[in-house]
């Protein structure tokens, strides 16, 4: 008995090894058509599913190169000639390609807005949380914090698409799915996340050290700045990159706003694609190539998402504890 | 000017925290108005395709239910051995690839369950929902557990052993019983997150007009059909989408709640 109970308990464990292998592995067969076709040009073609003449050099490959050098920059107006038109009436022999530029730019640059919105006013909530509220007050502004954490993504997107996004396009002007709706509400999905990390890692700091700076004459803003934020400085990083991963995955609240159209945004106000949207709105009618390049797609975003949490696992939170 | 500093900071502190606050209270505020005025006692008597929603909650329900009986004893004999059997390398390994899997996209997990019981089942059914939601459960099970026993005393342990009592019997009898309260929270909280759970039931369970048990077809899912519905041009379909989502979010919030309630009162 003793023997079985062990046995199960360790098949069990292994059970999440074999999962995670299963996952990439079926990601990467069912990705392969799409990989063996498209290689790693897939990464910089921003067309998707397009007709070109069979035998013809995809025209995008010197287009998507200066695309992607200026993405660095949120900011910079996007010029892509994406002009050529489809110009498939004549009756040549055509084919479709799969590229994966838009939805990749998509996600990074709107789980970058969602970082530069949500990551001061977390970091305004957790010092608010660790340091100055009363611990009965703390208590419950915690709990609503986290409440707002638990509520499903579905109705961000919806509040956010009837609610919030008119406001902001009202204010920012342009469309109302766009990716900055979009990378917004995303931020207000990570914002509890990151602020209960963080107030976390503030709360390890040993209450000698600042209550030694106190009683040097220290105000309540320099013990945060020169005692709090030093010491806890590697676990915060760790929760910003926690929160990173999480809003690259995102999915439904970020499918009713992204505005879900395969074309690279010119600006922030301009609707584009992230590739879990990609994903949700696509697969059901996708066979083939398509549905092997969507596969493509998801490989890609595990891989990232999959990178950047052990990064934040075993570079900052381990040190951390 | 210290002083000032000072004074700045601690506003701009408050004032993020007013803004976390205000957001919740706008979607909590949105959700009740648009949700009341749509609610009716009769979408618990309807099913979608008489617009009411009763399929979609007993649906919903059912895959959760499911994946919980599915995910809850796997996550925790996992989380057992991590904390009670592991030693060294493996179980440390395994506890950081559960922490991993914990963040990996959800719609992610959708595809594969997608490919791996989709695709050879011949369509989309129930069964792959529970699975896909499972997948999702299992690392915060195995987390929950991890953690929640790492926190009952060695000394219990070593005062079962010493009764002569085996170790199974120690983990079963004492020390799960000590860490009870703990994994149940975090089994309620588990449960509230993938009871709202959308992308990973895209593909897998999808959803259905109608009433069904029947695991082998195209489930019911509330989510899924709140995107659905909420993407419809119909003023009406809108109105249901509301009301759904505000069924939804009162359960996920009680549930939520309720666990963290539990936790409270045994710490007092």
Redesign the interface.
């Known amino acids: ?2 023997k079985i ?2 046995k ?10 074999v ?2 292998v ?2 990439f592995i ?2 990467f067969t ?1 990705a392969k058509p799409a990989i063996d076709e498209f290689g790693l040009g897939f990464i910089t073609n921003p067309d998707w599913n397009k007709e070109v003449p069979l035998n013809a050099v995809p025209q995008s490959a010197t287009v998507s190169e200066d695309t992607t050098s200026s993405l660095s920059d949120e900011d910079d107006m996007i010029e892509d000639e994406d002009d050529m038109l489809m110009d498939d009436e004549d009756d040549v022999e055509t084919k479709t390609i799969y590229g994966g530029l838009v939805p990749i730019v998509g996600t990074l640059l709107s789980t970058l807005i969602a970082l530069a919105f949500a990551l ?6 957790a ?3 660790a340091e ?2 009363p611990k009965n007050i703390s208590n419950i ?1 915690g ?6 954490a ?10 956010g ?3 919030f996004a008119p406001i902001v396009s009202g204010i920012f002007g342009g469309y109302q799915v766009s990716l900055l709706t979009a990378g917004l509400v995303l931020g ?1 999905m990570i ?2 996340f990151m ?1 209960a990390i963080t107030r976390d890692s503030m709360n390890t700091t040993p209450s000698v050290l600042k209550e030694s700076a106190y009683a040097l004459g220290a ?4 013990v ?1 700045k020169d005692i709090i934020f030093p010491y806890s400085k590697v676990g915060i990083i760790g929760s910003i990159i ?1 929160a990173l ?2 809003a ?5 609240a970020v ?2 706003l992204i505005g879900s159209i395969f074309q690279l945004p010119k600006a922030l106000n301009d609707p584009t694609i992230s590739i ?1 949207v990609a ?2 709105n696509n ?2 009618e996708a066979s083939g190539l398509g549905e092997s390049s ?2 493509y797609l ?1 490989l890609i ?2 891989v990232i ?2 990178a950047i ?2 990064i934040a ?2 570079f900052f939170l381990k040190k951390a504890k | 000017m210290r002083l000032l500093i000072n004074k700045i900071f601690l506003a701009l502190s408050i004032l993020s925290a007013l803004i976390g606050l205000a957001f919740l209270g706008w979607i909590l505020t949105t959700l009740f108005l648009k949700g009341l005025s749509s609610f009716h006692f009769s979408l618990f008597v309807n099913d979608l395709i008489d617009g009411g929603l009763r399929n979609l909650l007993v649906g919903q329900l059912i895959l959760a239910g499911l994946a919980s009986i599915i995910g809850i004893p796997l996550g925790m004999t996992a989380g057992i051995y991590i904390q009670e059997y592991g030693r060294g390398k493996y179980a440390s390994i395994i506890r950081d690839l559960s922490d991993i899997m914990m963040s990996a996209p959800s719609i992610v997990i959708g595809a594969f369950v997608y490919a791996v019981v989709v695709v050879p089942m011949g369509g989309t059914s129930g069964y792959a929902g529970a699975i896909a939601l499972a997948i999702m459960m299992i690392p915060v099970v195995i987390n929950t557990t991890d953690s929640m026993l790492s926190l009952v005393p060695r000394e219990l342990r070593e005062a079962g052993i010493a009764l002569g009592a085996s170790k199974y019997k120690v983990i079963l009898d004492i020390v799960i019983r000590a860490a009870k309260v703990g994994i149940m929270t975090g089994i309620l909280l588990a449960f509230a997150r993938i009871v709202g759970e959308t992308a990973p039931l895209l593909f897998t369970s999808e959803t259905s007009n109608y009433f069904s048990l029947n695991l082998g077809e195209s489930f019911p899912s509330l989510t899924v059909s709140i995107y659905d519905l909420a993407n419809e041009p119909e003023e009406s379909s809108r109105d249901l989408a509301w009301a759904a989502s505000f069924i939804l979010t009162v359960m996920v919030l009680i549930i939520n709640l309720t666990g963290r309630f539990i936790t409270r009162n045994k710490h007092k």
């Not at chain 1, 199960?8 to 090894?17: H, K, N």
């Open positions: 008995m003793e109970f062990q199960l308990s360790l098949a069990s464990a292994t059970l999440v090894f999962l995670l299963g996952i079926t990601l069912s001061p006013i977390a970091m305004g909530i010092v608010f949380l100055i509220a502004v709990i609503a914090i986290e409440l707002l638990a509520i499903p993504s579905i109705i961000f997107g919806m509040w698409l009837y609610y207000v914002l509890p602020a105000t309540k803003f320099e945060i926690l991963g999480r690259l995955g995102e999915t439904m499918a009713f879990p994903m949700a697969f059901g969507l596969f998801a975003l595990f998402s999959f949490i052990s696992k075993f």
